[in-house]
Nanobody
């Protein structure tokens, strides 16, 4: 079973940047598509970015142009560069393997503990 460990969260002011990392154990993680999710208090977990095994990326409209997902298969790690952060980006961020069904991505496997991102002045 793949074990995921997210890191890199913190408290930043609006407009600042953070880079999240997700380290995975298990080589299967490197051949699957990966996604970053976030969950704000009182809200459902939402998918914000996906990177396929071929390196194609897609983003939620709310983060398009500000967030960049990337991966290092040799290190079994996926990253989320977050620029121009806004208070509404405040959430716990999680990574997961994802599968495409129809036109939608769905999480597969286990979740990590997440990393808290707080954007506040």
């Amino acid at each position: 079973q793949v074990r995921l460990v997210e890191s890199g969260g913190g408290l930043v002011q609006p407009g600042e940047s953070l880079r999240l990392s997700c380290a995975a154990s298990g080589s299967i993680f490197s051949i699957n598509a990966k996604g970053w999710y976030r969950q704000a208090p009182g809200k459902q977990r939402e998918l914000v970015a996906v990177i396929t095994s071929g390196g194609s990326t897609s983003y939620a409209d709310s983060v398009q142009g500000r967030f960049t997902i990337s991966g290092d298969n040799a290190k079994n790690t996926v990253y989320l560069q977050m620029n121009s952060l806004k208070p509404e980006d405040t959430a716990v961020y999680y990574c997961a393997g994802v599968n495409l069904r129809g036109n939608s991505w769905f999480p597969s496997g286990s979740w990590g503990q997440g990393t808290q991102v707080t954007v506040s002045s």
